[in-house]
């Protein structure tokens, strides 16, 4: 099992970025998909979540407007496009695969939002 993200880096405020996760080793498309963030010093928090055919999603109102969730069973992959930046947008950003019985996790990617 595989859970693959990609798409972070350094972007200056008000920008945008559009994050990856690549998933492998599972049927994809029976499992609800969700982002989380982590900043240093700070608990992990879920930004945004998918279900398993794509009909629902959710959001914290922290990104609520700025963030979409979407996914693409067909390529296995979900996506997170941030809009409207702000610095306090900084963490590493995981994805997470949630079935009834199991759970997966990706290895991160960094965001940074500084001017």
């Known amino acids: 099992v595989q859970l693959v993200e990609s798409g972070g880096g350094l972007v200056q405020p008000g920008g945008s970025l559009r994050l990856s996760c690549a998933a492998s080793?599972?049927?994809?498309?029976?499992?609800?998909m969700s982002w989380y963030r982590q900043a240093p010093g700070k608990e992990r928090e879920l930004v945004a979540a998918i279900t398993s055919g794509g009909g629902s999603t959710n959001y914290p109102d922290s990104v609520k407007g700025r963030f979409t969730i979407s996914r693409d069973n067909a390529k296995n992959t979900v996506y997170l496009q941030m809009n409207s930046l702000k610095p306090e947008d900084t963490a590493v950003y995981s994805c997470h695969a949630r079935a009834p019985r199991f759970a997966y996790w990706g290895q991160g990617t960094q965001v940074t939002v500084s001017s």
């Open positions: 080793g599972f049927t994809f498309s029976t499992y609800a």
